[in-house]
């Protein structure tokens, strides 16, 4: 048994060399096989790798980022006093980073893009709210017309991934604002 597994570490070895499989294949093959202790590398140290630790470090520092960004965007907006331009393109450039992230993470299959999406969701819906209020501050059509087509946005997104809150979100989104249209509200 123990001449079979080494074989096979000795076999992953050359394939992850000759990069005949991506190197995450091969680091996790040979974790398989060496029951979480990576072989010896070239100076004798043995290396620990374990998979779960990479992804839980990668997701934890994901999400820093993205509550940096929240907290960025909560700050500029509110505790500020620039310049309405200039927080349009703030949260023009905070939004291209959490859908940069959501994207992804999502060709990753991670589960941190859920979150990026909900961040992109929520900054696309101060921005369309700050947009609106730079172009035309006592015209109410604007933001309607943004909300309205954010939220048919969000459902076409939510169904095209499959992300349910998305289109869940985007529906009720827009019968609330049915909703107000049918009191006078707006």
């Known amino acids: ?3 079979r597994n080494n074989i096979i570490i000795n076999e992953i070895k050359k394939w992850q060399e000759n990069k005949l ?3 995450t294949y091969c680091q996790f093959l040979l974790q398989l096989y060496t029951e979480g202790e990576a072989p010896a590398s070239d100076d004798g140290k043995i290396v620990k790798r374990s998979f779960i630790f990479r992804y839980l470090t990668k997701a934890f520092l994901s999400l ?3 509550i940096g960004i929240f907290v960025l965007v909560l700050v500029m ?3 500020t006093q620039v310049s309405p331009g200039v927080q349009v393109i703030f949260l023009f450039i905070f939004l291209l980073i ?3 992230g959501a994207i992804f993470y999502n060709k990753r299959n991670m589960l941190v893009s859920h979150l990026y999406v909900i961040l992109a969701a929520f900054i696309s819906f ?3 709210i700050a947009s609106a209020n730079l172009m035309a501050p006592e015209n109410t059509l604007y933001l309607a017309i ?3 087509t954010l939220c048919c946005i969000w459902i076409i997104t939510g169904w095209r991934f499959k992300y349910h809150y998305l289109y869940i979100a985007g529906g009720t989104g827009i019968l609330l604002f049915i909703a107000l249209i049918i009191l006078g509200r707006i």
Request: charged residues 15%.
């Open 146 to 148: 943004g909300i309205i």
């Open 98 to 100: 959490s859908l940069v």
């Open 126 to 128: 101060v921005f369309i």
């Open 1 to 3: 048994m123990e001449e």
């Open 77 to 79: 907006i509110y505790f």
């Open 21 to 23: 499989l991506p190197d």
């Open 64 to 66: 820093m980022v993205m």
